[in-house]
């Protein structure tokens, strides 16, 4: 098992920035990938970037990129997303994920061996 507590969330005005933090506990920890998504109301649940614990970058939706950027501290078993120049449409829940899955290169962020946090509430007014 491993368990995943989000923190960092909050309101925001546009322009502004938070960071984000999951801390992460349990199993052997170096095996998983870990990654940060957010789901807006009404769409799919969407990845922002994911990293593995010895900081190598696996994936950056080019949506964010250059706004929001992922990284780890092993040492404190926490990954972090800093998120910059936050407007309205970034207003959404942030999910923190890890797992174990990799089958030909792509992370299986479901199923056996995965594992979300509860989500933190990114709130971006204009």
């Known amino acids: 098992q491993v368990q995943l507590v989000e923190s960092g969330g909050g309101l925001v005005q546009a322009g502004g920035s938070l960071r984000l933090s999951c801390a992460a506990s349990?199993?052997?920890?170096?095996?998983?990938?870990m990654g940060w998504f957010r789901q807006a109301p009404g769409k799919e649940l969407a990845l922002l970037a994911s990293?593995?614990?010895?900081?190598?970058?696996?994936n950056s939706a080019n949506y964010v990129k250059g706004r929001f950027t992922i990284s780890a501290d092993s040492a404190k078993n926490t990954v972090y997303l800093q998120m910059n120049n936050l407007n309205p449409e970034d207003t959404t829940v942030y999910y923190c994920?890890?797992?174990?899955?990799?089958?030909?290169?792509?992370?299986?962020?479901?199923?056996?061996?995965?594992?979300w946090g509860q989500g933190t509430q990114v709130t971006v007014s204009s």
């Open positions: 994920a890890a797992s174990a899955t990799v089958v030909g290169g792509s992370t299986k962020w479901m199923g056996e061996d995965a594992y």
């Open positions: 990293i593995t614990w010895s900081g190598s970058l696996r």
């Open positions: 349990g199993r052997t920890l170096e095996n998983y990938v």
